[in-house]
């Protein structure tokens, strides 16, 4: 049995085109909105097609961030 596809890979880019922050979801919108409170102004890009949650986990661990905020 495969596992669902429904999980987002994302970058959250500010006005200034630069990542943010990047990492996954299961709902872009909402998360986008989160961001914003977190980082001000900002856009989610979507990253490849939606996968399972285990791939998109391995692609969140393989970023050089780590899901987390850069410099």
């Known amino acids: ?3 669902d ?3 987002y890979k994302y970058q959250f ?3 200034d085109r630069r990542i943010k922050h990047s990492g996954i979801t299961n709902d872009l919108n909402r998360r986008e909105n989160e961001l914003r409170s977190e980082y001000g ?3 989610i890009r979507q990253v490849g ?3 399972t949650r285990e ?3 391995e692609w969140e661990a393989s ?3 780590a899901g987390r905020s850069g410099p």
């Open 13 to 15: 880019v500010g006005p």
């Open 5 to 7: 596809r429904d999980t």
């Open 55 to 57: 791939a998109a986990r």
């Open 41 to 43: 102004e900002g856009t």
């Open 1 to 3: 049995m495969s596992s």
């Open 49 to 51: 097609h939606r996968t």
């Open 63 to 65: 970023r050089p961030t």
